[in-house]
C-alpha cells in the first residue's frame, strides 16, 4: 500500500503563489510516476502536471505551462507543485496521485493511470 498525504494548500489572492507538497509514505518510494490534478466544484477531476521517477520527464496541463512547475525530491518521499501567478479560475481541490507502473504519455493525464490517490487539499484564489 501507498499513503498520500498533501499539505500547502490555502487562500490566497490573484498573482500570489502556493507551493504544494505530496508526501508518500507505506511501500518503498516506487512511485514511477506522480501527478497532481485538480477538481472544482461541479466540474471533472482534471489533470495539472505530472513527473517520472527521474524527474527528466515532466508534464503539464496547458493551464500551468508556464506558471506552475513540479518536482520531486525521491530521498524526501515527496513531490511538490510550485504554483505562481494564480487565478480564481485555479480554486479547486488539488489531489497528488501515484502510478507504480511506468505510464504511457498518452496517458499520463489520465485519473485512470493513477493507483492511488491523496485526500487532496483546498486552494482558493481570491480575485
Known amino acids: 500500500q501507498v499513503q498520500l498525504v498533501e499539505s500547502g494548500g490555502g487562500l490566497v489572492q490573484a498573482g500570489g503563489s502556493l507551493r504544494l507538497s505530496c508526501v508518500v509514505s507505506?511501500?518503498?518510494?516506487?512511485?514511477?510516476?506522480m501527478g497532481w490534478f485538480r477538481q472544482a466544484p461541479g466540474k471533472e477531476r482534471e489533470f495539472v502536471a505530472a513527473?517520472?521517477?527521474?524527474?527528466?520527464?515532466?508534464y503539464y496541463a496547458d493551464s500551468a505551462k508556464g506558471r506552475f512547475t513540479i518536482s520531486r525530491d525521491n530521498a524526501k518521499n515527496t513531490v511538490y507543485l510550485e504554483m505562481n501567478s494564480l487565478k480564481p479560475e485555479d480554486t479547486a481541490v488539488y489531489y497528488c496521485a501515484a502510478a507504480t507502473a511506468t505510464i504511457a504519455t498518452s496517458v499520463v493525464a489520465k485519473p485512470y493511470a493513477y493507483d492511488y490517490w491523496g485526500q487532496g487539499t483546498q486552494v482558493t484564489v481570491s480575485s
Open positions: 507505506g511501500r518503498t518510494f516506487s512511485t514511477a510516476v
Open positions: 513527473i517520472g521517477w527521474s524527474s527528466s520527464n515532466t
